[in-house]
């Protein structure tokens, strides 16, 4: 436990000295120019829009900054022989891996903190006032940012290619979001074959698209049980990547 | 013990498979399928944001699209000659198909085609009003919108109009709608209550978009009560 702490603090602290704060900064930018242009167009949507388009902008760099972060996390390593002079020391490889995912995802999340509270004033400036709707959906987004961590890193270590992971990631965060589509294509195959293949496939890929509150924020509000479970499945999904990221990693010979 | 990280894994992913099935059975988004998706110019930006899972950012653009068309057209989708707003109904399907609860969307769309002067296709009006009820019958304004075109057709003008009135306050209802009553108040001659109605909407912060012509209105209705006296 206690390497697996010191790991997760350095990690965390490498990356909020190199990355994480950039990417907010930069969202910091894109937000208010971003803002300013839609609040002139939107009409009588100006704060649906506004919320809609901040969401969607923290979720994709959180996105793109947790893919790149984890698929280069342990590969990087391998590539520079620095794993070598770490795993020389005591330090088993499941507290390593984990504690630098954990550390990954921690700086991943303060950066969507940061742009969500620039978010937050923004829209508080515009009268809009929701914050337990709008902490559930950070919630649902911090979510999908861990199963895409966890799924990056499994594809980095399976596939030992960052350019291969990162595509296959694209690959599977899109095909999360078909979830729905494919169960219906099943219902409506007529070849056995197709359905099992169309099931098995919605079941395996992430299901982000019952876990896209932001998306379904303007419908009538999922029950509170409803988010308990998406945190569960979340959490399930997370960790079941991670066990078998450090299935992997043990079997790997450096 | 080398499968006990595999064991673990599935394990896990039982549990998820599980919570999944829960969380899906305690709430399914209500989204049109992607085939259901308008066709057209925007028919790629419309799938591809909907497939990486930004449904309501890409109704918002649509929006943004509707808007731009009524102010005048977009170069993609140009109107014959003499067919004035020929692709408005398309464009409010398409932003309600990605996103049902847009509603204002199919109300702004609506209003336009039922009671725009020039215009005045209510049959078109109700079609997107049914799909919009169909969609979310959670929201009471469609059905509002269909009895007052329905009060239209029957020439029934005063109904029409008081049940119109009836929903001027509501938050949802577009501001071109409410424009669209205080110039109907003012083609029957209600000066008055065109003015009362004009007032309201300037007082409204989330009419911004009309403020200016609000204030043209105004004017123009009171030096008309002042003639009216004389």
């Given amino acids: 436990m206690q390497t697996l702490s010191a ?23 894109v937000l208010l120019g971003g803002a300013l242009i839609v609040s002139a167009l939107g009409a009588d949507e100006r704060a649906r829009l506004m919320l809609d388009l901040g969401l969607a902008a923290i979720e994709a760099i959180a996105l793109v900054s947790v893919v790149y972060l984890t698929v280069n996390l342990i590969l990087a390593e391998i590539e520079s022989r620095a794993i070598h002079l770490i795993l020389s020391h005591p330090v088993r490889r499941a507290d390593y891996l984990l504690g630098r995912f954990l550390g990954t995802v921690a700086s991943v999340a303060l950066g969507m903190a940061v742009m969500a509270l620039m978010h937050a004033a923004l829209l508080g400036l515009y009268g809009w006032w929701e914050p337990l709707r709008y902490l559930a959906a950070l919630g649902c987004m911090l979510g999908k940012t861990a199963v895409m961590g966890a799924l990056s890193l499994l594809l980095s270590l399976a596939l030992t290619s960052e350019a291969a992971a990162m595509a296959f990631a694209v690959f599977l965060w899109t095909l999360g979001h078909f979830s729905s589509e494919m169960r219906f294509l099943a219902d409506r195959s007529g070849s056995s074959f197709l359905k099992t293949a169309l099931v098995a496939f919605s079941h395996a890929a992430p299901d982000f698209a019952h876990f896209n509150y932001r998306d379904f924020w303007h419908a009538p509000a999922p029950p509170s049980a409803w988010l308990a479970w998406a945190g569960l499945y979340a959490l399930a999904y997370t960790a079941a990547c991670l066990a078998l990221s450090v299935q992997l990693f043990e079997q790997k010979e450096f | 013990m080398r499968g006990r990280w595999l064991a673990a894994a599935a394990a ?33 930006q419309d799938t591809a944001l909907a497939a990486a899972g930004f449904r309501a950012p890409a109704a918002d653009l649509a929006w943004i699209q509707l808007l731009q068309y009524a102010a005048g057209g977009v170069p993609e989708l140009p109107d014959r000659p003499g067919h004035p707003y020929e692709h408005l109904a398309e464009l409010s399907l398409r932003v309600t198909r990605l996103d049902p609860s847009f509603h204002r969307a199919a109300l702004f769309g609506a209003g336009i085609l039922a009671w725009f002067r020039g215009i005045e296709r209510p049959d078109e009006a109700a079609e997107l009003l049914h799909e919009g009820m169909r969609r979310s019958p959670e929201e009471p304004l469609y059905a509002l919108y269909l009895a007052a075109i329905a009060f239209k057709k029957q020439g029934d003008t005063d109904r029409m109009a008081a049940l119109l009135e009836s929903s001027f306050d509501l938050p949802q209802t577009p501001s071109t709608m409410k424009a669209i009553l205080a110039n109907l108040r003012q083609s029957r001659g209600e000066y008055r209550q065109a003015l009362a109605l004009w007032q309201r909407i300037l007082e409204n912060d989330r009419d911004r978009s009309e403020h200016a012509r609000a204030k043209i209105k105004i004017a123009e209705l009171k030096r008309l009560l002042a003639q009216q006296k004389r």
């Fill in chain 1, 7 to 29: 790991v997760f603090a350095y990690t965390f602290k490498e990356h909020v000295r190199r990355k994480a704060w950039l990417s907010s900064a930069l969202f910091g930018l």
């Fill in chain 2, 12 to 44: 896990l992913l039982a549990l998820a498979l599980f919570s999944g099935s829960r969380m899906r059975r305690l709430h399914e988004p209500r989204f049109p399928r992607l085939a259901e998706l308008r066709t057209g110019p925007f028919a790629f």
